[in-house]
Structures are given as structure tokens and as C-alpha cells.
């Protein structure tokens, strides 16, 4: 089945600092992507939704600014944390789908900020 | 808005018996699809099964199945002949198209005692 990465699996920063995170189809275009973002033993909860050179749509509480997203290819996109806070430590999941009628996930980023 | 619901946080069952997950949704779309994925301790999202609404068969992989109420918007899954191996943190989502956004369940963390 098609395979989608993320990069890197583990990141530890400072309070302070910002953070990119890759998501990358390998074997196919993913013309959409999806950014989920889970906290312990919790639910998936959807970020936003990016689209190959178009600006994402975040969901209703999502700060744009602080979560910057960048599709700028069909296989890889991209989430920066800005300004990156304790509170902000969580696990990040992407999804890649459009390109096939069919949606894969990554195997996740754990942030943690000190 | 789509909602998915799991009332059991907690589930457990002897190895080789027989478990039922349960999960509700609400939507006012006719076409969807509903999905159960799998989240061990790793944290890859890995799918079980698939269900397309317009299908009123019952979808099934190996020992996998669920049983698909469409009107009752109601969707659980059977586990059978329970393994050491499937013990994880099971998921119900929701998605309008195949590839698009996921809504997700808050999950049932299933145990299997040998």
C-alpha cells in the first residue's frame, strides 16, 4: 500500500523556538493533506486541511499564525509551531489522500517543548 | 456538522473470545464512508475496515467485522477469535469521501487477556 512519512518521528525544543515538521507521500501525489493533532490516550483533532499550492483551511479554533502550514508539492507538506509553548507538546499526525481515492497516514511526530 | 461517538473508553476480552466495540455518528448526508482503525502503543494509525454507506452489506476482513445500522447511524465492530495482538486503542471515524477529512471517535482502549 502507498506509504506516507513524517519527519522527524521525536523533537524536543525550547519554549520559545519554532518547529517544522515534514510530511511526505512516497509513492504517489497527494494533491490533499491533513493535519491532526492528538493528546494523550485522546482523539484525533483535526488542524487543518492543505492543498497543494493553495493556503490551508484551519478548523474553528486552530491559530493560523501560530500553526503555519505549506503544501508546496504534490508529496510533501509541511507544519511549522511557532513560537512553540509547553502547552503545545502533543502528538502530530498527518494523512495523505486526493491524489488516490484513498486516505494514509503518517506515523506521527511527538513535540515536546521544554 | 458530523459527530462520532464511542461510549466505551474501556474494553476488555479473553484471548480467543469474541469482543463488540460500539460507535454512533450523526450526520445528514446520505453517501459516506465509516471506518475502525487501530492505534497500538507505536501510534500508526493502521485501518481495519472499511464501510461505504450506499452498501448495505456488511463489511469484513478475516476476523474483523462490524454491523452497519444506517438508520440507527450506528456502526460497531466485532472482534473474533481475540489475539494478544489486537489489544490497542481502537478508533471510529467518519469521512463524507474516501479521501477526504476524518472525524473521529474518542476511541476504546481494548485490552486482551491471555
Known amino acids: 500500500g502507498a506509504v506516507v512519512s513524517q519527519h522527524p518521528s521525536w523533537v524536543i525544543c525550547k519554549s520559545g523556538t519554532s518547529v517544522k515538521i515534514e510530511c511526505r507521500s512516497l509513492?504517489?501525489?497527494?494533491?490533499?493533506m491533513f493535519w491532526y493533532r492528538q493528546f494523550p490516550k485522546q482523539s484525533l483533532m483535526l488542524m487543518a486541511t492543505s492543498n497543494e499550492g493553495s493556503k490551508a483551511t484551519y478548523e474553528q479554533g486552530v491559530e493560523k499564525d501560530k500553526f503555519l502550514i505549506n503544501h508546496a508539492s504534490l508529496t510533501l507538506s509541511t507544519l511549522t509551531v511557532t513560537s512553540a509553548h509547553p502547552e503545545d507538546s502533543s502528538f502530530y499526525i498527518c494523512?495523505?489522500?486526493?491524489?488516490?481515492?484513498?486516505?494514509?497516514f503518517g506515523p506521527g511526530t511527538r513535540l515536546t517543548v521544554l | 456538522a458530523q459527530t462520532v461517538t464511542q461510549s466505551q473508553p474501556e474494553m476488555s476480552v479473553q484471548e480467543a473470545e469474541t469482543v463488540t466495540l460500539s460507535c454512533t455518528y450523526d450526520t445528514s448526508e446520505s453517501d459516506y464512508y465509516l471506518f475502525w482503525y487501530k492505534q497500538p502503543p507505536s501510534r500508526q494509525m493502521i485501518l481495519v475496515i472499511r464501510q461505504e454507506a450506499y452498501k448495505q452489506q456488511n463489511a469484513t476482513e478475516n476476523r474483523f467485522s462490524v454491523n452497519f445500522q444506517k438508520a440507527a447511524k450506528s456502526f460497531s465492530l466485532k472482534i473474533s477469535d481475540s489475539q494478544l495482538g489486537d489489544a490497542a486503542m481502537y478508533f471510529c471515524a467518519y469521512r463524507f469521501t474516501n479521501a477526504g477529512k476524518s472525524t473521529f471517535g474518542d476511541g476504546t482502549t481494548l485490552t486482551v487477556k491471555p
Open positions: 494523512s495523505a489522500g486526493g491524489g488516490v481515492d484513498e486516505q494514509f
Open positions: 509513492d504517489f501525489q497527494a494533491t490533499t
